[in-house]
């Protein structure tokens, strides 16, 4: 074989398996870029959330943190403090919402999808919470304000 020959069959053979194999590596490296992207997203919406917290605690006085019991009678400037509270939360369900909710997400969405409506409904079951939400959704994006009403829908109040 000649010295082209070989050049020649060595550029068939990069064709036929380097081309291909590139393909996939690219794919690859694509799917494996995005899953950390969205792992990043969630780590942020999760740090958003762990911030919320720690104002809800802040706030102590306004027992947003109780599940049960009689309710607490707040004075206008808690019940205005409550809302603003609140107005955040929403915010930070709607941006998950747009960040992560998809309507056919795959295995590892659907699980990051999961927690944040888990805190939805925890929310939801709040009679405050639910009293406010209609005011709170004034403005919200469309489809995030008929997930979350639809989600109402579905909760049961906390006794």
């Known amino acids: 074989m000649s010295l082209l020959e070989t050049m020649e ?6 064709t036929v398996v380097g081309f291909p194999l590139a393909i996939l590596t690219f794919v690859w490296e694509q799917r494996k870029e995005r899953q950390n992207e969205e792992e990043e997203i969630f780590q942020r919406l999760s740090d958003e959330y762990r911030e919320f917290l720690k104002l809800v605690l802040d706030n ?3 027992h947003l943190l109780r599940r ?9 400037e808690q019940k205005e ?10 915010s930070l369900f709607e941006r998950a919402y747009l960040l992560v909710y998809e309507e056919k997400m795959d295995k590892q969405t659907r699980r990051m999808w999961q927690s944040w409506e888990d805190y939805m409904i925890e929310w ?4 405050e919470f ?6 709170l959704l004034e403005g919200e994006d469309e489809e995030f304000t008929h ?7 579905e909760v049961p109040k906390a006794p």
């Open 81 to 90: 403090r409550q809302l603003a509270i609140f107005g955040i939360l929403i």
């Open 60 to 62: 102590a006085d306004l």
């Open 124 to 127: 939801l079951r709040r009679a």
């Open 147 to 153: 997930y979350i009403s639809r989600l109402l829908l």
């Open 9 to 14: 069959m060595l550029s068939y053979i990069v």
């Open 130 to 135: 639910r009293s406010a939400l209609p005011e």
């Open 68 to 76: 049960e019991g009689a309710p607490v009678e707040l004075t206008e």
